[in-house]
């Protein structure tokens, strides 16, 4: 039954339950007492058998609209709590408490007038294990659940964080499919493998960051393409070696996030041949410097708009830019810029890897002040006198950078916006740079810093991000044990969602805000996907709905109550409201006349899987 008390300003609901006696030895009874004091402090007994308590707080007008309360709290150890927020003007917060058992089965909600168990916006736990998967890999698979069941929340991180010691040679659904791939010999070849990678890795946080480097430092394949469509060269060529040059890039970039600091990555984009090219850095020479470069690195890179630089500071970074661009070396100078190059007549018969390279001739040598003026100033002096010392320029650019406060200041920013929450808070923002700074630009430390922020783990903030089109896409394959070679259908549906991995022609990359990406048709395509992808079982691209069914113990004559429920639990934590459970229950009883048919086929799962898909909290991660 209801009780109502003042709580300052607002009205608090209470849901207090008596009288349930024990479904199983370890399941706790139900939570009894529940009260409020004027500071807001929950209070209720203490239950048999229960070792923690979950909150679930919602809106008065909203449960009484069919929405009812979600976590709010999860494993409190004690039996109380302050919940100090207030409510919006004119409603009231309904507070429930549950208790959970050692062995992490949770008591019931009680029941309502009618005598029906009180609806939840998913149950605590599930929910932050969604929350968990949606962020730190690209959602549920039968594999990140197990993973994440038995090792916990700090746990399952910490082993992401360490993609070498989670063993791929055994995943034959990531390896079978990745192995066409390596290395990828067109743009197909090189979306797909993103997409394959995602889809099927168990070493998920190693793909989701991969995926932030690479958008972070933009490249697109086709303004690459450019400079190896050459006369001599056949399309096939010509697709090979741009394909090949992003492919090189994303793969330092993937092992850097791991290895290496934030200066080390900054300066494997500088000298990625598909950076010099997409920014035209092989334009910018003395006399004549090209500023695209340089401004892009202060601006998008290092330590965003406006923030601590100047035009003189473009203008001067340009300078110290000069003379760097691409060409084929042999695989013994490779790694030294100052190499010999391979003539461009032997470019289409001679082995050796394109790479960037140092025209001494083509560099400017005179003195360049950076930050001139602030508490930040470094002088790069002229090297006239040792020309060939002039390839330290980029180094000495990239130190200074990498070294100033806004740089920690913008990065953190934006790995917090890409893992936590759109608009971070400044003293969020303050507590990782507090970790670079000790682990000197760590990137591994900072992210741990970044997946370990309680914002994360706060009930209140879940599913408050929305997922982009690959994020969407990706999941569904996860979620529904999809089948994808990494372009059959998929790469259309991205392009008409408009994220196509590494063919974005705007430099500052693909948004990770939401507003960006919900639209009508954005939303239509992503409706039109999960109907699309779940109609079909092909191999390189369908879903297998009744095998992750079979094992979990459910068929097609299970009762569609639990099918819905089970399907709710993967896509959404269980975190469906009654409306869009009860749609989903009676779409799966009835046939295309909406006449009652206890017979469910597969193609009535698929369908009502394939709006599930649809739904807009599916958007949400």
């Not at 990770?512 to 954005?522: F, R, S, V, Y």
Request: net charge negative; charged share 20%.
């Amino acid at each position: 039954m209801y009780s109502t008390v003042s709580s300052r300003a607002a009205v608090a609901v209470l849901a207090s339950f008596v009288g349930a006696s024990l479904a199983l030895a370890q399941t706790p009874a139900e939570v009894t007492g529940l009260r409020i004091s004027e500071a807001e402090n929950l209070t209720w007994n203490s239950t048999i058998n229960a070792q923690d308590y979950n909150i679930y707080r919602g809106l008065l007008d909203q449960l009484i609209a069919g929405t009812p309360p979600r976590c709010h709290a999860n494993e409190i150890a004690v039996t109380q709590f302050v919940s100090p927020d207030d409510p919006p003007v004119g409603s009231a917060y309904v507070y429930l408490v549950t208790a959970e058992g050692a062995t992490g089965l949770e008591g019931t909600p009680g029941t309502s007038s009618a005598a029906s168990t009180r609806a939840l916006l998913g149950r605590c736990d599930p929910v932050e294990r969604t929350q968990l998967l949606n962020r730190v890999t690209y959602g549920f698979s039968e594999y990140a659940k197990s993973r994440y069941d038995a090792l916990g929340w700090n746990a399952f991180i910490d082993e992401q964080l360490a993609p070498a010691s989670i063993d791929e040679s055994s995943n034959t659904d990531l390896t079978t499919r990745r192995a066409p791939l390596i290395p990828p010999e067109n743009t197909n070849e090189l979306v797909g493998l993103a997409i394959v990678n995602g889809t099927y890795a168990r070493r998920q946080l190693e793909q989701v960051v991969t995926i932030f480097w690479v958008n972070h430092f933009n490249t697109n394949y086709n303004d690459i393409r450019g400079y190896f469509n050459r006369p001599d060269f056949t399309d096939a060529v010509t697709n090979q070696l741009t394909a090949e040059t992003q492919y090189r890039e994303t793969e330092q970039f993937r092992s850097l996030a791991f290895t290496g600091t934030f200066r080390e990555i900054v300066e494997a984009s500088a000298k990625s041949p598909a950076m010099i090219l997409y920014l035209d850095n092989d334009e910018n020479v003395v006399g004549k410097p090209n500023e695209n470069y340089a401004r892009e690195l202060l601006e998008l890179h290092t330590m965003g708009v406006d923030n601590g630089y100047t035009q003189l500071d473009i203008e001067e970074l340009a300078r110290a830019l000069t003379g760097w661009n691409v060409c084929k070396k042999t695989d013994a100078n490779k790694g030294d810029p100052l190499a010999a190059c391979i003539s461009r007549v032997l470019e289409g018969t001679t082995a050796g890897t394109y790479v960037s390279n140092f025209r001494i001739a083509q560099h400017d040598h005179g003195q360049k002040i950076l930050f001139q003026g602030t508490p930040h100033q470094v002088t790069l002096p002229s090297t006239q006198s040792n020309q060939s010392a002039g390839v330290n320029d980029l180094q000495s650019a990239l130190d200074a950078i990498a070294g100033h406060p806004s740089t920690r200041q913008f990065i953190a920013q934006k790995l917090l916006q890409w893992f936590v929450q759109e608009l971070p808070s400044a003293s969020q923002v303050a507590a990782v740079e507090a970790v670079w700074l000790a682990q000197a630009g760590d990137l591994r430390e900072v992210l741990r810093a970044v997946l370990l922020r309680p914002e994360l783990r706060n009930p209140d903030a879940f599913r408050q991000k929305v997922r982009t089109p690959l994020e969407q896409v990706l999941a569904a394959f996860r979620a529904t044990r999809g089948k994808t070679n990494g372009f059959t259908t998929v790469r259309a549906y991205l392009q008409r969602m408009q994220q196509l991995p590494h063919q974005n022609p705007v430099p500052t990359g693909y948004s990770e805000l939401g507003a960006d990406w919900i639209d009508t048709n954005n939303t239509l395509e992503r409706q039109n996907f999960g109907m699309d992808v779940t109609a079909l079982t092909g191999t390189n691209f369908g879903t297998d709905l009744t095998g992750l069914m079979s094992a979990n113990g459910l068929t097609t004559a299970s009762t569609p109550e639990s099918i819905v429920d089970f399907w709710s639990d993967v896509l959404f934590g269980g975190a469906l409201t009654p409306a869009d459970r009860q749609e989903a229950i009676d779409y799966l009883k009835t046939n295309d006349s909406g006449v009652l048919d206890p017979v469910l086929t597969n193609a009535r799962l698929r369908e009502v899987v394939g709006f599930m898909l649809g739904y807009p909290i599916y958007q949400e991660q």
